[in-house]
């Protein structure tokens, strides 16, 4: 998969050289490019931002040096890209919340560009603009607020890197986590390790049962335990179809 991350703070994106991101890059499974806004500035300055028409709080991201920037990106393709383009990411706290089924449609895209905006963002006619020539997204990490897109772009990346073959080591364990559909998008159920007993506490006997049948029945009934808890919103939208009478007893 081709990244690639228009940023006015390219250091911000040196995490994606270590652990597992950093492999996948040197294994030539993920080819992340990371450019300067700046280089597509023409003054002295190298100025990127200016004041709201209309007024309020803050600076905007000018529209001019975003266009030189992504015009030169998408001027370079990848072997391989869609016939629509890459898809183009824009960080924002007024974005649709990124959730793992919009990491696993992401992770079926050959190309991501992503902008990252700092300030108060970037002026709107640059989506506007960019709409008519690839698909674009803008993407929330949550409902909260962040000094700019760069962060977003390391929770997004790692989020659809590691669901790229041969990124994570067993396969398996993608299949096993929080949000996964395979678990009807439930959160885990609690797991442990060794010592059997720590500080007075005793892992779940079922679990040294040898008995999958159990096992997998006291897992399933934790995690909706547990998601019935936290996120009763993720319990709201489940399938009852997907639901087995043990299930609807935990409910
Ligand atoms: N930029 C600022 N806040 C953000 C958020 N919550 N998600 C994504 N990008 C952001």
């Given amino acids: 998969m081709r990244v690639d991350v228009v940023t006015i703070f390219p250091g911000y994106l040196q995490p994606l050289s270590l652990s597992l991101l950093g492999r996948a890059r040197a294994d030539g499974l993920l080819d992340l490019r990371v450019h300067d806004l700046r280089e597509h500035t023409h003054d002295r300055h190298r100025t990127v931002d200016d004041t709201p028409y209309g007024g309020g709080a803050g600076m905007l991201m000018r529209p001019e040096p975003w266009g030189e920037a992504l015009d030169a990106v998408l001027a370079d393709p990848p072997p391989g890209a869609h016939p629509q383009g890459p898809v183009l990411l824009v960080p924002s706290p007024a974005g649709e919340v990124f959730r793992q089924a919009g990491a696993v449609e992401l992770a079926a895209e050959p190309w991501l560009v992503f902008a990252c905006g700092r300030y108060e963002g970037i002026d709107a006619r640059v ?11 803008e ?17 997004v990346v790692e989020a659809v890197a590691r669901l790229l073959p041969g ?12 949000h996964a559909a ?26 040294s049962s040898g008995h999958h049948g159990l096992v997998a029945r006291w897992r399933r009934d934790e995690a909706l335990r547990r998601t019935a808890r936290r996120r009763p919103d993720i319990v709201a939208g489940l399938d009852v179809a997907a639901c087995d009478g043990a299930d609807l007893r935990v409910l």
């Fill in 127 to 137: 989506v506007q603009h960019y709409a008519d020539r690839v698909r674009v997204r």
């Fill in 139 to 155: 993407v929330s990490l949550g409902d909260y607020v962040l000094n700019g897109g760069e962060v977003a772009v390391l929770v």
């Fill in 167 to 178: 990124v994570v080591g067993n396969a398996a364990s993608i299949e096993e986590e929080s």
């Fill in 182 to 207: 395979a678990h009807d998008g439930l959160l885990e159920a609690p797991a442990y390790t060794k010592p059997p007993t720590w500080r007075g506490l005793d892992v779940p006997a079922v679990l």
